[in-house]
């Protein structure tokens, strides 16, 4: 009765294989395969520009991410060692806390500075962009935070 009870049951619950590491060891931030850069850049080209009246940068879901790098932890520390590299912005999107856009840096400049082109705050935008953007990862800020640690004056941010 033994024997065909281990026949029966499957490899199943047996010994979890181990995954194999292959290329996504390889230098991950450079575009190699399994790299959560070279994922938000092909989600990033299928952004629908023409819906948005090309007004927001492109943006991909964290959750795209995942679908496309086979490890969610991998896919995190990749992410998080392009933010703090200055590479990419993490946003929240809404009130959901699972719901997180992704786009670079430099889209999110060019459409800021598009936005605010021949404007009468295009010059406190700029000093944003110059001064703020490459020292916080944050997209918030207090009016204190920006008054004094970067300088800006009250009729600038109000």
Known sequence: MSRKRHRLVPETFGLKRRRELGDVEADPLRGESGSAREAVAEIVRLFPRVLFEDALPPIALRSQVYSLVPDRTVAD??????????????????????????????????????????????????????SV??????????????????????????
């Not at 997180?100 to 962009?129: H, N, S, W």
């Open 77 to 130: 520390r990749q992410l998080k060692a392009l933010q703090e590299q200055g590479e990419i912005r993490i946003v929240q999107l809404g009130f959901d806390l699972d719901a997180q856009g992704i786009m670079f840096t430099e889209d999110y400049r060019t459409r800021v500075l598009k936005a605010c082109d021949g404007r009468p705050y295009a010059a406190a935008v700029q000093k944003f962009l110059a």
């Open 133 to 158: 953007l490459p020292a916080c990862g944050d997209l918030s800020f207090q009016q204190d935070q920006m008054t004094q640690t970067f300088g800006f004056r009250d009729p600038e941010i109000t």
